[in-house]
Structure formats: structure tokens, C-alpha cells
């Protein structure tokens, strides 16, 4: 269904580009690494009609075709990006720059907003369905009738000795940066 997450409103695909004129857009390099089979990758590449709502050199946000509330939009790097692990730190931070620039916007756009959930699935087992990573900005209000439903454990809380093992097993994951 992510998969789907193109617009197909021609209007929406002029106005984004009077937008992309306006912030001087530069797709040289990052086309260089585009998927012509990827669906993000054909928004970035014009390729795909999509309702833009930011784009500069290095990421795109558009709103998502299939949103789980009004005004749900997605962020991606100019570049086909399949996970977190291959996303710089360039990109990277740009791309939560953009996301909480773009979650103030949400609040004051006149959309109902009282508050922002993001949201990015890194691997199938954690829901990725397009494989170029993409942040999800879900705008909420009180009872909007969303909810992430937790696993039947949660609740019961770990001691602070598994925390500890758990805590020493993540740092010891962690790469020199
Ligand atoms: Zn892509």
C-alpha cells in the first residue's frame, strides 16, 4: 500500500514545480544514484506525479497518497536510499531538519493538528514496504481514532539488571562515529 503512495493530480505536480524553481534544485548527483524502479525514486526523478510539499538538494517531502490521517506526508533522501544503515549523516540530518520544520507547518496550516507522530519503518519486519527509506510526519488530534496497539507483554516492566544487559548489548553495537 506505501507502495502506492504516488498523486496523480497534475495540478499538484505544477505547483510543486513553480516550488522546485523557487529553492534552485540541484538533482545532478543524487540522480546519478536514483532507482528507475523505484516509486520515490520516479517522484524525485519527475518521473511520477506527486502532491510536493518541500524539496532542496537533498530531500523531498510529499503527501502520502494513502494517509492514515489528513495531511500524513512523507520525507525522503534525494537519493535511493534503501535503509538507515545506508543513510549518511548528511542526509540523515537534513532530513529531520526538514521533518521538524514540516511538523510546525502541519500545527499552523489550518489542518487539525495538535500534535505529530513520525514514524520510520527500517526493514520488513518493522513494516518498510518501499525500500527507499522514507520518514513518515502522521499529524494527530485528540481523538482522531489512530492508535499503535502494543504487544500483549507490554506493561509488565523489566528489572533494572535486564535493562543493564539490554542497555550493554546496544552499546556494544554501536560503531566508532
Ligand atoms: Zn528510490
Request: aromatic share 6%; charged share 20%; with cysteine.
Amino acid at each position: 500500500m506505501i507502495a502506492s503512495m504516488v498523486q496523480s493530480s497534475r495540478k499538484a505536480k505544477s505547483v510543486s514545480s513553480i516550488m522546485l524553481d523557487g529553492v534552485g534544485l540541484t538533482l545532478k548527483d543524487a540522480s546519478m544514484k536514483l532507482d528507475p524502479a523505484c516509486i520515490f525514486c520516479k517522484i524525485i526523478a519527475g518521473n511520477a506525479d506527486a502532491s510536493l510539499v518541500y524539496k532542496d538538494d537533498l530531500v523531498t517531502a510529499f503527501m502520502d497518497i494513502q494517509p492514515l490521517l489528513r495531511g500524513h506526508l512523507l520525507v525522503i533522501p534525494n537519493a535511493h536510499i534503501p535503509d538507515l544503515s545506508t543513510l549518511d549523516r548528511k542526509l540523515n540530518n537534513r532530513m529531520f531538519e526538514v521533518a521538524c520544520n514540516l511538523a510546525q507547518a502541519l500545527r499552523t496550516s489550518g489542518l487539525q493538528c495538535e500534535g505529530v507522530n513520525l514514524f520510520l519503518a527500517d526493514g520488513r519486519a518493522a513494516g518498510q514496504t518501499v525500500f527507499h527509506c522514507h520518514l513518515h510526519l502522521i499529524p494527530r488530534f485528540v481523538g482522531d481514532g489512530f492508535r499503535i496497539q502494543f504487544p500483549p507483554h507490554y506493561g509488565t516492566r523489566p528489572d533494572r539488571g535486564e535493562l543493564d544487559r539490554l542497555a550493554a548489548m546496544v552499546k556494544a553495537g554501536l560503531k566508532p562515529s
